[in-house]
């Protein structure tokens, strides 16, 4: 009896890490549609073409997708990304970081049912924090969230509620899918 309840446990988190991991690819395509529909209002608030959502920022031209696909190939070939390429690698910069990310939440999902609450909406303003706010620039790839306009804070942030909604829906749909 309590080695069923065991597997069962283990089988339910396998599910929630793959449900928040397709999720998360999910929500991350969610957000990149979203940023592109706002770049047909406005290019000053759309998303850079093939940087998987990232907008635009000034004082910054480049997307931090493209910024990161770019120290990536240095530490790996030794060589920067020709122009051309930047968009697709942008792209699975934004793709690697939504899966992973969704995993994790996946994760969380399974061990504390709490963090589900308000479907998703929380982990979405919760990544674009900790992500988009404070490690970007912490880690060089945007400047100082004071540097940009509260019109590139709010199209973020409202990208990342996209794709907290869009992780959990699909996480959800996974695991009830797998459990019939």
């Given at each position: 009896m309590r080695r069923q309840r065991w597997e069962r446990r283990e089988n339910t988190a396998a599910l929630n890490v793959i449900g928040g991991l397709i999720g998360g690819l999910l929500g991350a395509f969610a957000m990149e549609r979203f940023q592109r529909t706002l770049g047909k209002i406005s290019h000053d608030i759309g998303g850079a073409p093939g940087a998987g959502g990232q907008q635009y920022r000034k004082p910054q031209s480049e997307p931090a997708t493209y910024k990161a696909a770019d120290v990536l190939a240095v530490a790996t070939t030794g060589r920067t990304l020709p122009p051309d390429d930047k968009p697709a690698a942008g792209a699975a910069i934004h793709y690697a970081f939504g899966g992973a990310v969704?995993?994790?939440?996946?994760?969380?999902?399974?061990?504390?049912?709490?963090?589900?609450?308000?479907?998703?909406?929380p982990f979405g303003a919760t990544v674009w924090l900790i992500a988009d706010e404070m490690g970007m620039p912490a880690t060089g790839l945007a400047k100082a969230p004071s540097a940009y306009p509260l019109q590139d804070h709010a199209t973020g942030l409202a990208s990342h509620l996209i794709y907290g909604a869009a992780t959990e829906v699909v996480r959800r749909c996974v695991v009830a899918s797998f459990r019939r």
């Amino acid at each position: 009896m309590r080695r069923q309840r065991w597997e069962r446990r283990e089988n339910t988190a396998a599910l929630n890490v793959i449900g928040g991991l397709i999720g998360g690819l999910l929500g991350a395509f969610a957000m990149e549609r979203f940023q592109r529909t706002l770049g047909k209002i406005s290019h000053d608030i759309g998303g850079a073409p093939g940087a998987g959502g990232q907008q635009y920022r000034k004082p910054q031209s480049e997307p931090a997708t493209y910024k990161a696909a770019d120290v990536l190939a240095v530490a790996t070939t030794g060589r920067t990304l020709p122009p051309d390429d930047k968009p697709a690698a942008g792209a699975a910069i934004h793709y690697a970081f939504g899966g992973a990310v969704g995993a994790i939440y996946g994760a969380a999902a399974a061990r504390t049912r709490d963090i589900t609450a308000w479907g998703g909406v929380p982990f979405g303003a919760t990544v674009w924090l900790i992500a988009d706010e404070m490690g970007m620039p912490a880690t060089g790839l945007a400047k100082a969230p004071s540097a940009y306009p509260l019109q590139d804070h709010a199209t973020g942030l409202a990208s990342h509620l996209i794709y907290g909604a869009a992780t959990e829906v699909v996480r959800r749909c996974v695991v009830a899918s797998f459990r019939r």
